[in-house]
């Protein structure tokens, strides 16, 4: 059964960069059948996709969020990550890692949820 | 970006009754919607998919149905593990998007 665990500093300072990791397990970030995403929910609000990578390394990103944000792949450690450039108040949230799978070319449901990591964003 | 409207924001229930939850979407987005359960403190976690088709697990109680733009989420007998918030998503077209989410509790 497939584990995804998120990691990272709960706290970052206004115009830095968020960084956080997810760790896989029982599954492997190189399986072609599969996205891996980020999501995130500001505290008492709803969800927004963030982007996900695919295990060539594209990747497809929110067009709201899309000039601040990276997310890449560690194969070696069956690892993803997020980088979120520039954050501001607005950016705290609880950010998921998650799996979706992948039918023909087009991303799906989320299958898997990491438990999520709260960043809060404070100088 | 097609925008997905839950309703309604709170429903009160109580145990053994069942509750219809209901969304739509700003275009259609055939059959490409999922539905979520989310516990306080928790992620989400997948219940229907295609939707309508139940996620591994997920008992017969919950059951998805729509097309289009019109979609509902069925539970026809509530136990207490069933009150939490639901999302329902879209995946038809990116970014993906959800609902801002129904939550269910005890009346």
């Known amino acids: 059964q497939v584990q995804l665990q998120e990691s990272g500093p709960g706290l970052v300072k206004p115009s830095e960069t968020l960084s956080v990791t997810c760790t896989v397990s029982?599954?492997?970030?190189?399986?072609?059948?599969?996205?891996w995403t980020w999501i995130r929910q500001p505290p008492g609000k709803g969800l927004e996709s963030i982007g996900y990578?695919?295990?060539?390394?594209?990747?497809n990103y929110n067009p709201s969020l899309k000039s601040r944000v990276t997310i890449s792949l560690d194969t070696s450690k069956n690892q993803f990550s997020l980088n979120l450039t520039s954050v501001t108040a607005a950016d705290a949230a609880v950010y998921y890692c998650a799996r979706a799978r992948r039918v023909i070319v087009w991303v799906s449901e989320f299958d898997s949820w990491g438990q999520g990591a709260l960043v809060t964003v404070s100088s | 970006e097609t925008v997905m409207t839950q309703s309604p924001a709170t429903l009160s229930v109580s145990p053994g009754e069942g509750a219809t939850l209901s969304c739509r979407a700003s275009?259609?987005?055939?059959?490409?919607l999922a539905w979520y359960q989310q516990k306080p403190a928790q992620a989400p976690s997948l219940l229907i998919y295609g939707a309508s088709t139940r996620a591994a697990g997920i008992p017969a109680t919950f059951s998805g149905n729509g097309s289009g733009t019109e979609f509902t989420l069925t539970i026809s007998s509530l136990r207490s593990e069933d009150f939490a918030v639901y999302h329902c998503q879209q995946y038809d077209n990116w970014p993906l998007t959800f609902g801002g989410g129904t939550k269910v509790e005890i009346k």
């Open positions: 990578i695919y295990y060539t390394g594209s990747t």
């Open positions: 029982g599954d492997s970030v190189s399986s072609p059948s599969y996205y």
């Open positions: 275009h259609s987005v055939g059959s490409k």
